[in-house]
């Protein structure tokens, strides 16, 4: 029995029929869906279920389990790792892991989890129905899987679900998704009809829907709407019509990242910066056309999406203009009605300047910033360069003293001591205390003198180092050493590191001090720094050390332990998103990147983890002090 609303039950269920199309058994979209799925399986008499989800969703298999154990269906439950792959190397996976005597696979999850249960499905001979954790996969109906080969999407025939059970209840919270992809379907509404890819009663019945859900934030609504361009599609085009625009944005984005091996960018993530930009790029052609009458205003489905939750700017989601303007080109490319020579560089430079986000921004940051009660400041590329002071650096202390809030220093630079940099803060005119200095050597030497007190160290650094060693009571070793220390070695030369080698081969223990890679010196130039010569030691020895600075927890515990200030009120500043801004990552500490130093906004994308906030410099957070 299909439970859907009137607009659904006419002609396109008639016309699909006519043709032999395959319809789910059972479409049922409610917040009591759950709990029918139970009677579903044993009325069908499916016997052993094979309940497959993902980690990132998992509470969505999680309760289905539960419910199956109480309802006693034998169930069998494979999750699969937050950020898979959805190819055929996982679809393997899934084969094996299915038992012979399964009688249904329920697929829990969104586009990629659905599409990986078709093939298997199909492979396999077996029934899969259908529990989305999104409220809008497309081809919920669709007997078609996509799957990645070699980075590339491949489409495949496969079988549609017998049932689709969609609740409601737990939907609610993707909504923001389901939103940018019910706006990206009027966007797509005006390209079919201008190319007569679609008759005006499915151009008129499927608006028709698309506009009621808009009024109106009810996932039922949605989904029906979106399974009905979906029948839509199958009866005009028989399902060879292409998605929206911005889903095809969407998706591209995501399979980007897994063809450049980074942590997947999932398409519900993108869905709604997808939407705006192909907005941009249907804008010219919008004016005066009757058809695009009823096209969204940009702004406000800005405010609506960043009301629910949702990224509207790239540099929420770390993606740089470069990969969204390949995009954009990727989707486009050959299409006539936005073919026009400049028009993706258009969409993707909007966002430079793109209001409503900036506004958000701005408050957001406030909010972040008004409860922070001290900063610890990075040094090299945050307050100095080399030997320069920023010349906004002075200003930003002084606001900071005058809202009562602390400064402290803190910089991974093991090639020098604690007085040298209390010497070179007051030759630079912001003089400070012992108290407020903190270098990573003194991470290192307090784990050390607690863990390892009786050991003996061999030192791969510059003489401040060993003498900060030596001032501790750490007893140094260049014969027969229970520890390898490696440090910023400004002084290093071929004998200490065949020394360290040796020792490193024959067992000793191995630690770094920071695990930079470069350090920044003036007219924007770097030499390799602590984590580059780790590196080199790697290549002969095979050891990596356990580094102590940032982004080292041990690092953030310690500067809680000597303020005495709580975790969520400290904000850490830096320019390098590896070491400064990661040590605050999967913390409550605010992290503000500024880009005076090393990181640049292209380079983010490149990292699984992001700032909290983005600044070009101390004198833009000066702005919120």
Request: a negative charge.
């Amino acid at each position: 029995m299909i439970k859907l609303n009137d607009h659904l039950k006419n002609r396109a269920l008639r016309e699909l029929k006519e043709k032999g199309s395959v319809l789910p058994e059972k479409i049922l979209i409610s917040d009591e869906a759950t709990e029918k799925i139970p009677a579903f399986i044993k009325g069908s008499d499916y016997g052993r279920v094979m309940l497959i989800g993902s980690q990132d969703r998992r509470e969505a298999a999680d309760r289905l389990y539960e419910l199956f154990q109480k309802k006693n269906i034998e169930t069998d439950c494979h999750i699969l790792e937050e950020g898979f792959t959805p190819d055929k190397e996982k679809v393997g996976e899934l084969i094996v892991s299915t038992p012979e005597d399964t009688g249904l696979i329920i697929a829990a999850g969104g586009r990629q989890i659905n599409d990986l249960c078709k093939y298997v499905s199909s492979r396999l001979g077996i029934p899969y129905t259908s529990y989305p954790t999104s409220p809008c996969i497309e081809g919920f109906i669709s007997d078609r899987a996509i799957l990645l080969s070699d980075g590339e999407e491949e489409i495949h025939e496969t079988a549609g679900p017998v049932a689709l059970f969609a609740d409601t209840s737990y939907l609610n919270r993707n909504c923001p998704v389901a939103r940018a992809q019910l706006y990206g379907i009027l966007l797509n509404l005006f390209e079919w009809k201008t190319k007569g890819l679609v008759t005006d009663g499915t151009y008129d019945r499927i608006l028709t829907a698309v506009k009621e859900a808009r009024s109106d934030k009810n996932i039922r609504k949605i989904m029906n709407a979106i399974i009905t361009r979906d029948m839509a599609i199958l009866t005009d085009k028989e399902g060879k019509l292409d998605l929206s625009s911005a889903s095809d944005l969407a998706q591209y984005l995501e399979a980007e990242t897994y063809r450049k091996g980074k942590k997947p960018l999932l398409k519900e993530r993108c869905m709604a910066l997808s939407l705006i930009s192909c907005l941009k790029m249907y804008e010219k052609l919008a004016k005066g056309n009757e058809d695009a009458k009823d096209f969204p205003d940009t702004e406000e489905c800005e405010k609506e999406l960043l009301d629910l939750g949702a990224a509207i700017n790239p540099e929420q989601l770390s993606l740089s203009k470069a990969s969204l303007k390949e995009g954009l080109e990727a989707v486009f490319d050959g299409n006539t009605l936005t073919g026009e020579k400049g028009c993706t560089e258009e969409a993707a430079s909007y966002f430079d300047d793109q209001k409503t986000y900036k506004e958000y921004k701005k408050k957001r940051n406030q909010e972040m910033i008004d409860k922070v009660k001290m900063f610890v400041l990075d040094m090299d590329g945050t307050i100095y360069l080399s030997n320069d002071l920023f010349p906004f650096t002075k200003d930003f202390l002084d606001k900071v003293k005058e809202s009562g809030r602390e400064a402290y220093y803190f910089t991974n630079n093991s090639s020098k001591n604690q007085g040298d940099y209390l010497s070179k803060l007051e030759r630079l005119g912001i003089p400070t205390d012992e108290k407020h200095m903190m270098l990573s050597t003194q991470v290192i030497i307090e784990y050390l003198k607690e863990k390892g007190p009786n050991d003996t160290y061999y030192i791969v650094g510059t003489d401040s180092l060993v003498k900060a060693f030596r001032d501790a009571g750490l007893a140094l070793d260049d014969e027969h050493p229970d520890t390898v220390i490696l440090g910023f070695d400004t002084s290093l030369n071929y004998e200490k590191l065949e020394k360290a080698c040796t020792f490193l081969r024959h067992g000793a223990k191995y630690y770094g001090v920071n695990m930079d890679y470069n350090c920044p010196v003036a007219g924007g130039e770097y030499i390799p720094d602590c984590g580059s010569i780790a590196k080199l030691v790697e290549r002969s020895t095979g050891r990596f050390p356990e580094f102590f600075g940032k982004p080292s927890h041990h690092t953030l515990d310690y500067i809680i332990k000597e303020t005495g200030y709580k975790e969520d009120e400290i904000c850490v500043i830096g320019d390098r998103i590896y070491t400064d801004i990661k040590v605050a990552d999967g913390r409550d500490t605010l992290s503000i990147m500024v880009l005076t130093g090393e990181t640049q906004l292209e380079d983010l994308e490149n990292y699984d983890y992001r700032p909290d906030i983005i600044m070009e410099s101390l004198a833009e957070v000066t702005e919120y002090l």
